[in-house]
């Protein structure tokens, strides 16, 4: 008891000198910022393919509206309302790929010089960017599709046969978010492991990942629960108050996230030292 006690201690201390390092002062500015940015392209990118999948926008709609800060979800919903886009433009594909893919370029950077790596040219940077960037695409796109394509199938089977449908719309509602879960866990320790110019193995990123995508989920619900109950941004900077909420959302995602980086470097060079 007294050594795990001990353990304990000791991997709190350990958090909280990797908290108090310089780059977990930088860093995680620098990918907020690059974030922002990419916002809007990406959120056009999403609307085009979502469409063309013939997705029911309603489900993002309602995944956004529950699930993410009420001053959050304002501004995503609007920049979803106005990037919606009917007709296939590959010159704006290429073009909102590539400013989108600043955010996951941005990451690249951060990531080798957590791992102490050497920048690679500017063209296999980019391409490993927009390589990121699709499978960050994607996961949003599964989650999509699980809430819309598996709500469609239940409602199917209900059709097809009544007295199954309590069963069917138990375990679909039951298994959705541990799926959703594990996606999420999945898409950042892939992105943990390519990120940096270093090559490191899979398994390393493990505990950094789970601890992000804990953090992330707990985080946005208790941020979400603040905003909504508790805070009052609007009588301080007014009709700014849903982008400073924004903002301060997508900085806290990043510091976590930048976190669960610096946490696996420090594991992974312990390990080989």
């Not at 908290?19 to 977990?24: G, I, K, R």
């Not at 996951?104 to 960037?133: C, N, P, W």
């Not at 941020?223 to 609007?234: E, G, K, R, W």
Request: glycine share 4%.
């Amino acid at each position: 008891m007294k050594k795990s006690k001990e353990k304990i201690k000791g991997r709190i201390k350990e958090n909280v000198k990797l908290m108090s390092t310089p780059l977990m002062s930088i860093l995680p500015g620098q990918i907020s910022f690059f974030v922002i940015l990419s916002i809007i392209p990406l959120a056009s990118i999403l609307a085009m393919l979502i469409s063309k999948l013939s997705f029911n926008f309603n489900a993002v709609t309602d995944f956004v509206s529950h699930y993410l800060p009420s001053g959050v979800t304002n501004i995503i919903l609007l920049i979803f309302e106005q990037q919606k886009v009917t007709s296939f433009d590959l010159f704006f594909i290429i073009a909102a790929f590539y400013l989108a893919a600043k955010a996951t370029h941005s990451i690249i950077i951060a990531s080798t010089q957590i791992y102490g790596g050497e920048q690679k040219d500017f063209v296999r940077t980019r391409i490993k960017a927009i390589l990121m960037l699709l499978i960050l695409v994607l996961l949003v796109i599964t989650l999509v599709g699980v809430l819309t394509i598996g709500g469609r199938l239940v409602d199917y089977l209900s059709d097809v046969n009544g007295s199954i449908h309590p069963v069917i719309s138990l375990v679909y509602n039951t298994l959705k978010w541990p799926f959703m879960f594990f996606m999420v866990f999945f898409t950042i320790k892939v992105i943990y492991t390519i990120a940096p110019n270093v090559t490191i193995p899979s398994r390393s990123v493990n505990k950094g990942a789970l601890l992000t995508t804990v953090i992330w989920v707990v985080s946005t619900y208790g941020f979400s629960f603040y905003v909504t109950n508790l805070a009052n941004y609007t009588k301080f900077y007014g009709n700014l108050s849903n982008l400073i909420i924004l903002m301060i959302w997508i900085y806290w995602l990043c510091y976590v996230f930048v976190l669960g980086m610096t946490i696996n470097e420090y594991r992974f060079t312990n390990k080989k030292d």
